[in-house]
């Protein structure tokens, strides 16, 4: 049986965890702060002293953390890369971007050739993450697939390998960026209607049955019209990615994107980073004085 070590578990490494002890997967965990592994242990995982304690236990080894700074402090710093046993399987599912995903490939072959670097970042918030449908972009060597089929089967609903190490990496830029510009149209839709005087419930009914909302973005614009803006998916962390895809691009070739950015650093720098990226209907129009 696969034994699996989660390194994170912040809104999304939970709900994953959560699911690979539901799959009857050996699940040993491991966070910073430790009350979200106390919780899971009692869900029957297993809870490591560190990083390095719960690497030397695992098949496949997930980290599942903000940025990149906290992947290498996670894999170097506190010795998860050196503890992992030889033929483990280390699927860095963060959204890192293109670069530094590059640069743990490199350490990798350098340090531990004896260990395959899946790069499997997801498509999906904490919603489809607790409920196991989170989509896996994955990309690495074939002989890998067989072996985090069944972590993958266990945290998503359907995994796609797109190639080489890196390629899951760009194509979560493109699933993100796509996702910054359909919450800023719904935000700014809603953010309209309150500028022209519409009853945010009636801007809902009319857009609802809209074949321009998806699924998704009907559930964001629910929670605008309800002003609730708990985290599914922070706005600084959306930002992160956001910044991390611009960062692969020439300067000005996609000034949306990059007008996008500056109004979410604004947004950030006025406290509301930590908010669910719907949040930013408060600072567009007459969002930012009709709501607190």
């Given at each position: 049986?696969?034994?699996?070590?989660?390194?994170?578990?912040?809104?999304?490494?939970?709900?994953?965890?959560?699911?690979?002890?539901?799959?009857?997967?050996?699940?040993?965990?491991?966070?910073?702060?430790?009350?979200?592994?106390?919780?899971?242990?009692?869900?029957?995982?297993?809870?490591?002293?560190?990083?390095a304690d719960a690497a030397r236990r695992a098949d496949v080894a997930v980290t599942m953390v903000t940025d990149a700074a906290?992947?290498?402090?996670?894999?170097?710093?506190?010795?998860m890369l050196a503890a992992l046993p030889a033929g483990a399987v280390w699927a860095q599912m963060s959204t890192i971007g293109?670069?530094?995903?590059?640069?743990?490939?490199?350490?990798?072959?350098?340090?531990?050739?004896?260990?395959?670097?899946?790069?499997?970042?997801?498509?999906?918030?904490?919603?489809?993450?607790?409920?196991?449908?989170?989509?896996?972009?994955?990309?690495?060597?074939?002989?890998?697939?067989?072996?985090?089929?069944?972590?993958?089967?266990?945290?998503?609903?359907?995994?796609?390998?797109?190639?080489?190490?890196?390629?899951?990496?760009?194509?979560?830029?493109?699933?993100?960026?796509?996702?910054?510009?359909?919450?800023?149209?719904?935000?700014?839709?809603?953010?309209?209607?309150?500028?022209?005087?519409?009853?945010?419930?009636?801007?809902?009914?009319?857009?609802?049955?809209?074949?321009?909302?998806?699924p998704w973005a009907a559930e964001k614009l629910g929670r605008i019209v309800r002003d609730e803006h708990g985290a599914q998916?922070?706005?600084?962390?959306?930002?992160?990615?956001?910044?991390?895809?611009?960062?692969?691009?020439?300067?000005?070739?996609?000034?949306?994107?990059?007008?996008?950015?500056?109004?979410?650093?604004?947004?950030?720098?006025?406290?509301?980073?930590?908010?669910?990226?719907?949040?930013?209907?408060?600072?567009?129009?007459?969002?930012?004085?009709?709501?607190?």
């Amino acid at each position: 049986m696969t034994r699996v070590a989660v390194l994170g578990l912040g809104g999304m490494g939970t709900p994953m965890a959560a699911n690979l002890v539901g799959a009857g997967l050996d699940t040993v965990v491991w966070n910073r702060h430790p009350e979200p592994a106390r919780a899971l242990a009692d869900r029957g995982a297993e809870v490591a002293a560190d990083p390095a304690d719960a690497a030397r236990r695992a098949d496949v080894a997930v980290t599942m953390v903000t940025d990149a700074a906290a992947v290498r402090a996670v894999a170097v710093d506190q010795g998860m890369l050196a503890a992992l046993p030889a033929g483990a399987v280390w699927a860095q599912m963060s959204t890192i971007g293109v670069a530094e995903t590059a640069r743990l490939a490199e350490l990798v072959a350098a340090e531990r050739p004896d260990v395959t670097l899946v790069d499997a970042p997801v498509a999906g918030s904490r919603g489809p993450a607790e409920q196991g449908r989170l989509v896996v972009l994955a990309s690495g060597p074939d002989q890998a697939r067989e072996r985090v089929a069944p972590v993958f089967d266990a945290v998503g609903q359907r995994t796609l390998w797109l190639g080489p190490t890196g390629a899951g990496s760009r194509l979560k830029l493109v699933n993100n960026l796509l996702l910054a510009f359909v919450n800023e149209g719904v935000a700014a839709a809603v953010a309209l209607g309150d500028t022209l005087g519409l009853d945010r419930d009636t801007v809902r009914e009319a857009l609802g049955g809209s074949p321009l909302v998806s699924p998704w973005a009907a559930e964001k614009l629910g929670r605008i019209v309800r002003d609730e803006h708990g985290a599914q998916y922070a706005l600084a962390l959306a930002l992160k990615d956001v910044e991390l895809a611009l960062r692969e691009a020439p300067p000005g070739s996609f000034p949306a994107g990059e007008a996008l950015a500056a109004e979410w650093r604004h947004a950030v720098d006025q406290g509301l980073g930590d908010d669910d990226l719907t949040v930013v209907t408060r600072v567009l129009g007459s969002g930012a004085t009709r709501r607190p």
